[in-house]
């Protein structure tokens, strides 16, 4: 069977769980079979960018910064670009078939101040609009949180839209909200994905839910979504911090579901001299028999997400390869940096699972029969 590669090129990239999904996927067509093989990729965070390299391009790959963006010389070689995205000069980079920018969505989060399009991040979207002039992808993904659909962002998103259509050769572009914990993501995240093409003719249909629920008891201790089992204790990221003696109590006398605020507590570990915004993911247990709360980047202050045992001696923050495991990733695929800078690359990611989903629709309709 013929293979047509579809070459792909990502901005905000951030450990590869974008990459990683569209690199699972493949499409067979007319006798064809369709894939995408990612051949660089920008982001201004280092250890991102060490673990997409390890990760995504195991073998001929380069750290590069902005600078070195002209010696890229074809030669089968894939790039990382560790740099901040304001200093890239698009035209310089190696056209792509498909482009995928998951902005920052710092600014349009719902647990965070919603600066919206003034805030420091939000007006990043404009570089893939920039990105999309340049290098005229046959289609692009774009992903960002579900706080961008709000009231509040509402004309926010339209112009965000209106800019994209007329980008580069003028697209055809979707959007949707998705709940991701009906397409058996074992967290309740919700995602806007902005999909585009440049053939106007291209009709995009958004998959149905699948409504197939992995708990979060499946996805951690089962290892359900790849079949891979218990975790293995030399696994990497899967270091156990063991909690001080007073958030160990607290936990304890937490049931699975509640947090700080509503967990009947003991006055000597309530949590006392808070001030603003009651957070319910502070200190909240996950509840084993529904799919997990949201993973995040955060971790301090009571934000790890914490094991529903009821064993005092189980008292505990979920390790990072658990909440990898909640974002679809692999226990083969190994994340780079200190304990907190793997936790946010986990965190900021897009779920692998749902990347293939998305990716896998675009080369359906891409190229249906």
Same mark, same amino acid.
């Given at each position: 069977?013929?293979?047509?590669?579809?070459?792909?090129?990502?901005?905000?990239?951030?450990?590869?769980?974008?990459?990683?999904?569209?690199?699972?996927?493949?499409?067979?067509?007319?006798?064809?079979?369709?894939?995408i093989?990612?051949?660089?990729?920008?982001d201004?965070?280092?250890?991102?960018c060490?673990?997409?390299?390890?990760?995504?391009?195991? #073998?001929?790959?380069?750290?590069?910064?902005?600078?070195?963006?002209?010696?890229?010389?074809?030669d089968?070689?894939? #790039?990382?670009?560790?740099?901040?995205? %304001? *200093?890239i000069?698009?035209?310089?980079?190696?056209?792509?078939?498909?482009?995928?920018?998951?902005?920052?969505?710092?600014?349009?989060?719902?647990?965070? $101040?919603? *600066?919206?399009?003034?805030? *420091?991040?939000?007006?990043l979207?404009?570089?893939? &609009? $920039?990105a999309?002039?340049?290098?005229?992808?046959?289609?692009?993904?774009?992903?960002?949180?579900?706080?961008?659909a709000?009231?509040?962002?509402?004309?926010?998103?339209e112009?965000?839209?209106?800019?994209?259509?007329?980008?580069?050769?003028?697209?055809?572009v979707?959007?949707?909200?998705?709940y991701?914990?009906d397409?058996?993501?074992?967290?309740?995240?919700?995602?806007?994905?902005?999909?585009?093409?440049?053939?106007?003719?291209?009709?995009f249909?958004?998959?149905?839910? /699948?409504?197939?629920?992995?708990?979060?008891?499946?996805?951690?201790?089962?290892?359900?979504? #790849?079949?891979?089992?218990p975790?293995?204790?030399?696994?990497?990221?899967?270091?156990?911090?063991e909690?001080?003696?007073r958030?160990?109590?607290?936990?304890?006398? %937490?049931?699975?579901?509640?947090?700080?605020?509503?967990?009947d507590?003991?006055?000597?570990?309530?949590? @006392?001299?808070?001030?603003?915004?009651?957070?319910?993911?502070?200190?909240? @247990?996950?509840?084993?028999?529904?799919?997990?709360?949201?993973? %995040?980047?955060?971790?301090?202050?009571g /934000?790890?997400m914490?094991h529903?045992?009821?064993? &005092?001696?189980?008292?505990?923050?979920? /390790?990072?390869?658990?909440?990898?495991?909640?974002? /679809?990733?692999?226990?083969?695929? &190994?994340?780079h940096?200190n304990?907190?800078?793997?936790? $946010?690359?986990?965190?900021?990611?897009?779920?692998?699972?749902?990347?293939?989903?998305i990716?896998?629709?675009?080369?359906?309709?891409?190229?249906?029969?």
């Amino acid at each position: 069977m013929k293979t047509k590669v579809l070459t792909y090129g990502e901005l905000f990239c951030g450990p590869g769980g974008m990459a990683q999904g569209a690199k699972n996927i493949s499409v067979v067509s007319k006798g064809v079979k369709y894939v995408i093989r990612p051949i660089w990729a920008i982001d201004n965070d280092k250890a991102s960018c060490l673990t997409f390299k390890k990760n995504i391009f195991p #073998y001929t790959s380069e750290i590069i910064s902005a600078m070195d963006i002209p010696s890229m010389n074809g030669d089968g070689t894939r #790039y990382v670009i560790n740099d901040d995205i %304001t *200093k890239i000069d698009f035209t310089k980079l190696p056209k792509v078939d498909v482009l995928a920018f998951g902005f920052p969505c710092n600014d349009f989060s719902l647990i965070g $101040k919603m *600066k919206g399009i003034n805030g *420091k991040y939000g007006e990043l979207y404009k570089y893939g &609009i $920039k990105a999309l002039d340049a290098l005229q992808p046959e289609f692009f993904v774009a992903e960002n949180v579900s706080g961008l659909a709000s009231k509040s962002q509402k004309s926010v998103l339209e112009n965000i839209l209106k800019k994209i259509k007329s980008a580069g050769p003028s697209y055809k572009v979707y959007h949707d909200l998705y709940y991701l914990e009906d397409y058996g993501i074992p967290q309740t995240r919700h995602r806007i994905f902005i999909v585009g093409f440049k053939n106007h003719t291209i009709e995009f249909e958004k998959p149905r839910p /699948t409504y197939a629920t992995i708990t979060a008891y499946e996805a951690i201790v089962k290892g359900k979504v #790849y079949g891979e089992g218990p975790i293995k204790k030399d696994t990497d990221n899967h270091d156990i911090k063991e909690p001080h003696p007073r958030v160990q109590k607290r936990l304890y006398q %937490t049931k699975p579901g509640q947090n700080a605020w509503t967990a009947d507590l003991d006055d000597d570990v309530k949590l @006392k001299g808070v001030k603003g915004a009651k957070f319910s993911s502070i200190y909240r @247990k996950l509840e084993p028999k529904k799919p997990a709360y949201t993973v %995040t980047g955060s971790g301090g202050g009571g /934000t790890s997400m914490y094991h529903w045992s009821p064993a &005092i001696s189980r008292q505990r923050a979920l /390790t990072n390869r658990e909440r990898a495991r909640l974002q /679809t990733f692999p226990d083969k695929f &190994i994340f780079h940096g200190n304990h907190s800078e793997v936790r $946010k690359q986990i965190g900021m990611a897009v779920p692998v699972k749902a990347a293939e989903m998305i990716f896998k629709i675009c080369l359906k309709n891409l190229f249906r029969n």
